[in-house]
């Protein structure tokens, strides 16, 4: 890997500020992601800012909701009382997630922003648009079986890898993030961004922002949530496919829901319509069978992916029969 | 008194366990020598051709760099005559000629190796190497190139036929069916690598990961033409290797070479994507097995067929078919083995090698005749059980398989099967149980030890011999407990250098029944001599009637005869006792058929939406012998259990062949289980000794453990959902 230089910030403001001194630096938070990009040569910063020690790491309630630092660690998060009582959700996203070391050094705002798994990523000496915008996108007629099915444009495929990312936009989370100019905050769902023409554009951050929080809203899905991931090893496997599945429920009528699935698109893949559908039924098989079916609506595979047309549909009636307490 | 773990059959702990946990041991990437410096390789980035130029100045003047290296201007190597890769000892050898000239005979072969003052900084240098090439079309895949198979020189790998061709035909009931075995990659946690050390023009000194000190010793010797006494090479402690370290890589003598250019030591250690591309692989394999059998299941003919992915510059071959000529008895065998060249590096033996692959066909026709007969597959096989070696027509030295069958079939509760697949759920998951049978030769080769009896009545032992993990030390430590009768901690066993008299590669579950055989020799030897040695009382008595207990001789009858192994050192006035003692195997290979068996049995879970399979339980059940040590031989079992979950559900390494690139070269992406992937492993021994292979009656199993645990699981799958699945891994999508 390339020398580079290393310093540490100790306030937001200082990170903000040696990045803009230096466009080429990047920050780096548990380095669990960065830190492999750099040893593969797929990223080479000449500057590294540390932000890992910014007094960003609380999680706090605030009115109507919750807002946790982006320096939080996967782990505090997902073992913190608050969290693990009004959004279990993202608790059980998260422990879905890497390996116990891993989420002891992962940060939130990490997470967020960790790069896609494909192989041809990985290899610089294969094509890739992502890397190398130009190059040709070499997982679309090669190995894509962890390929996207929604949301693909000719130039990439890829799909977005987290866990966590795929409860926060189920879970109507924002991310606040901070600029030379200030503050702003990005609703979830638009956080992450499709490829299109342009996909070494991951998502919406400006090249000159941190991010500093995520909040969630409150919400009334504590009894009803399930996060479910099928992978190909019982645990420290990206998922093949995933799916955050939540309910509201009247007895057994669904007042609200919210559903998102992961490993299926360059972002975590909200299913708003879905959602919408389901408010008023009766929670039963079928009326989750329908919901899979209209979910699949648009998903288009590869020649290794096929499998996510049905195992994605599959995932979706599991994980709603469990968040429904529907036990076969 | 005597402690019962400490002896032939007892559970003793690794002698070596406090060095492995506490980081004492040390792995050859750990040592440090003065003037040390580091070499990193630059791999090729076509998959054939040739090297047109290379640019390497960049790198030359890059912050502490020392050479890179290349054909351009490597030392000359002796061995190096002709332009052909180098076929020394029989695939043992470099094979490929590091840095002899520019052809590229794989994606990822080494081009150059840059040494730098430190590893980042080498690392850094290697990345600014550019190669410009003239480009050849190239093949990688196996699938496509099937009809380009050859017949192996491999003399055991001729085509085999016994009574009639393909009579499995015409048999009443039969099963032919195609059996694919992806490329798996051994991924030891420990990387490979080697230190080099020139001591002068002819003299070197080397730390390796190596199977086999005296091998590696050999081929640097025969490389370098130098006198094998002067190539020292050390390498006590192997951080796993699973077969991939049991020959010189080209790598190893890269090093070597850049030894030489930069007159420093050079140490290497590769990178986990190099694991993948330079240090051998279990190569993918495509079977097809025809098995027929009469309506009461008794076999009528078996035939089986593999074309093995192979590398397009050696010849490299394992016994995927063996077993089916011997395993059961059938009138008519007939099995055929091609190597299918292309254009990646060469395999190397992978844990069971071979029988591993075959056993995942053969045993999985088996299990699907046993349907097509509405048998039970226990039934099936003992129905055809041999009573002899139908092979080679022997009797054999021993063979308890169908105890174990049974042993097994109860701890795992084979009656709870269900007997329709896809019939019984449990907690929402389907219920499947399966099992396999597993075979492997029982080898000894020769091997010597060299035993120290010390006046403060220690014990030294001494052989060339590796332990790549199992717990060689352990094994040799009990037996020479056992023939001397002293306390454990009175002895030592030492190896893993080449100063040390002659031991065979770890390799082929050889090293008990080997090694152990000469320390067992060299301690029976060392026993007569203190008889001789111990004055008149004893020596009437016959040195075998004799007890030896608590580090002292005694008569059998009179308990005051006795006398101290010290007292007779200090009697003779002998500082300390010396023998060395060759122990070869004898003629009664030729008489008997020697083999290992394992039966594996498995109850899965398996998702019936999602496609997720869970081994809720395994049973391993090994014929071995006698078992010198109940406890690192039910490790060596777990581990080959936990290979074989790995092998059935998880490994294989994808090549894009359009680049002849690999596309999941990380731990991430190539998947080796994890803890929740494991459920409780029960191991059980049937523990007889075996009265013909060696002193101890052991016979190995460390290629056993894994052998038949992949086609137990999947025909433990096939009971569960009603899916046969003839291709590894069974992963979710193959069963939704
Ligand atoms: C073997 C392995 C398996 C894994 N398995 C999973 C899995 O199953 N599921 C899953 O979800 N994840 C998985 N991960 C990924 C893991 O979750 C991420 O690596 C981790 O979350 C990244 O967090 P980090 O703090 O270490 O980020 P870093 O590596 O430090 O940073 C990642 C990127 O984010 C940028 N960055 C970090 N923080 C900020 C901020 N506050 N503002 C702006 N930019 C920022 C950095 O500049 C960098 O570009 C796995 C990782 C590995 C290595
Ligand atoms: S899918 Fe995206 S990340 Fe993968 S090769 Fe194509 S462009 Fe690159």
Redesign the pocket.
């Known amino acids: 890997m390339k020398a580079f230089q290393y310093v540490r910030a100790n306030t937001a403001k200082s990170a903000l500020e040696a990045l803009a001194k230096d466009p080429s630096a ?12 750099m040893k593969r040569g797929v ?1 080479a910063p000449d500057k590294l800012i540390d ?2 020690r ?1 007094p ?1 790491n609380k999680i706090e309630k605030v009115a109507n909701g919750v807002r946790i630092g ?2 939080s660690l ?1 782990s505090q998060v997902a073992d913190d009382k608050l969290i693990l009582e009004k959004w279990p959700l993202l608790a059980q ?2 422990n ?4 116990a070391q ?2 002891n ?11 896609t ?1 494909c192989g041809y990523f990985y290899d610089t000496e294969m094509p890739c648009n992502k890397r190398q915008p130009g190059t040709g996108c070499g997982a679309k007629e090669g190995y894509n079986r962890m390929h996207a099915i929604f949301g693909t444009s000719e130039h990439c495929i890829a799909v977005h ?5 795929v409860a926060l936009v189920a879970l109507d989370a924002a991310v606040v ?1 901070q600029g030379p100019k200030g503050e702003r905050t990005i609703p979830f769902t638009e956080f992450h961004r499709l490829p299109g023409d342009r996909p070494e554009k991951d998502n919406t ?1 400006g090249k000159d ?4 929080a995520v909040t969630l809203p409150d919400s009334p899905y504590t009894q009803h949530a399930h996060y479910l ?1 099928v ?1 190909d090893r019982a645990s ?4 093949l496919v995933s799916v955050a599945a939540a309910l509201e429920l009247e007895g057994k009528t669904i007042k609200s829901a919210r559903l998102a699935m992961g490993g299926v698109a360059h972002k975590p893949w909200r299913l708003q319509e879905v959602e919408k559908a389901l408010v008023g039924k009766t929670v039963s098989e079928a009326t989750f069978q329908q919901a899979a079916q209209q979910a699949m609506a648009g998903a288009r595979a590869f020649e290794y992916n096929a499998f996510k047309l049905k195992l994605a549909p599959n995932t979706i009636v599991e994980a709603l029969k469990m968040a429904a307490g529907l036990t076969a | 008194m005597k402690n019962k773990d400490e002896r032939i059959g007892g559970r003793m702990s690794r002698v070596d366990a406090q060095l492995k946990v506490t980081g004492a041991a040390k792995y050859f990437a750990e040592f440090e020598v003065p003037n040390l410096v580091y070499g990193v390789l630059v791999p090729s980035t076509i998959t054939k051709g040739t090297i047109k130029s290379l640019d390497t100045k960049k790198a030359e003047s890059a912050p502490g760099v020392l050479a890179v290296l290349s054909y351009l201007n490597a030392p000359k190597t002796p061995a190096y005559q002709t332009d052909e890769p180098s076929k020394t000892s029989s695939g043992r050898g470099p094979g490929m000629k590091a840095f002899h000239d520019n052809k590229v005979y794989f994606n990822g072969q080494p081009i150059a190796m840059v040494v730098a003052n430190t590893f980042e900084r080498a690392t850094y240098a290697a990345s600014l190497v550019t190669a410009q090439y003239e480009k050849s079309s190239h093949q990688t895949e196996l699938k496509s190139n099937l009809d380009k198979g050859i017949t192996p020189k491999s003399k055991s790998l001729q085509d085999y036929q016994r009574g009639k061709k393909d009579a499995y035909q015409t048999a009443p009931v039969k099963i032919e069916a195609e059996y694919i075995q992806p490329t798996e990659v051994h991924n030891p946690m420990e990387l490979h690598g080697i230190l080099a050390q020139w001591e002068g023009p002819d003299k070197i000194t080397v730390y390796a990961k190596t199977q086999g000190v005296k091998m590696t010793q050999q081929v640097i010797a025969d490389t370098f033409k130098i006198p094998k006494e002067n190539v020292s090479v050390h390498s006590q402690f192997v951080g796993g290797a699973f077969g991939m370290s049991l020959r010189v890589w080209p790598h190893e003598i890269a090093t070597i070479l850049a030894a030489q250019k930069v007159q420093r030591p050079v140490k290497l250690v590769i990178t986990r994507d190099q694991m993948f591309t330079i240090a051998g692989y279990r190569p993918h394999t495509h079977q097809k097995v025809g098995i027929g059998a009469n309506k009461d299941g008794k076999f009528v003919g078996i035939s089986h067929w593999a074309n093995v992915q192979n590398s397009n510059y050696e010849e490299f071959t394992e016994a995927t078919v063996g077993m089916t000529r011997f395993l059961y008895r059938s009138p008519n065998v007939n099995t055929t083995y091609r190597v299918v060249p292309l254009d990646i590096c060469t395999p190397i033996p992978m844990r069971g090698p071979g029988e591993a692959t075959g056993a995942f066909a053969l045993e999985s026709a088996i299990d699907e005749l046993s349907y097509a007969l509405n048998m039970d597959p226990i039934d099936l096989r003992m129905k055809n059980y041999p009573e002899k070696d139908p092979e080679q027509d022997l009797p054999w030295s021993s063979n308890h398989v169908r105890e174990a069958y049974q042993l097994g079939a109860d701890k795992i509760g084979w009656s709870n099967r269900p007997k329709e697949p896809r019939s019984k759920k449990e907690n929402g998951m389907w219920i499947g149980y399966g099992m396999a049978t597993g075979t492997f030769g029982a080898h000894r080769r020769e091997a010597t030890a060299r035993a120290q009896l010390k006046a403060d009545g220690t014990l030294l032992i001494q052989s060339a011999a590796s332990d790549i993990g199992p717990g060689t030390g352990t094994a040799m430590v009990q037996i020479a407990a056992e023939v001397m009768g002293m306390p454990a901690d009175q002895i030592k066993f030492e190896l893993g250098e080449t100063a040390f008299p002659y031991a065979p590669i770890q390799g082929g579950s050889a090293t008990v029944a080997s090694v152990g055989s000469a320390v067992h020799e060299a301690c029976m030897a060392l026993r007569q001599q203190l008889v001789e040695l111990s004055g008149n009382a004893l020596k009437k008595a016959k040195v075998d009637t004799l007890v030896y207990e608590e580090g002292r001789v005694r008569s059998p009858t009179d308990r005051s005869a006795s006398i101290a192994y010290t007292e007779i050192l200090k009697r003779n006035n002998l500082p300390m006792l010396e023998v060395t003692k060759e122990a070869k195997p004898g003629e009664e290979g030729k008489k008997f058929a020697m083999y290992s068996f394992s039966v594996h049995f498995v109850k899965v879970h398996v998702h019936p939406t999602t496609g997720v399979v869970r081994v809720k339980h395994a049973v391993a059940v090994a014929d071995a012998g006698t078992i010198v040590n109940h406890k690192t031989a039910s490790s060596q079992m777990m581990g080959g259990a936990v290979g074989g979950i790995g092998m059935a559900l998880q490994e294989e390494a994808v090549i894009d062949h359009r680049y002849g690139r690999y596309i999941n070269n990380d ?2 992406n190539y998947h080796v289980p994890v803890n929740a992937d494991i459920p409780d492993i029960d191991v059980l021994f049937v523990d007889k000794k075996d009265p013909y292979i060696n002193p101890m009656g052991a016979k190995g199993l460390g290629e056993i453990a894994i052998i038949g645990m992949a086609p137990a699981i999947a025909n433990a799958v096939y009971n569960a959902t009603g899916k046969r699945i003839r291709e590894l891994p069974i992963t979710p999508d193959k069963l939704i």
């Open positions: 990047q920050f780096i938070a548990g380095g669990t992601n960065l830190v492999d990009l990223t932000i890992s910014l960003l982006a320096m996967n996203a998260l879905a997630g890497a390996s891993l989420r050094k992962a940060t939130v705002g990490g997470n967020m922003l960790q790069r798994r890898p987290s866990d966590m990312c993030v951050l922002e941190l991010i500093v991931k992978r420290y496997a990206f998922a | 731990l991430a």
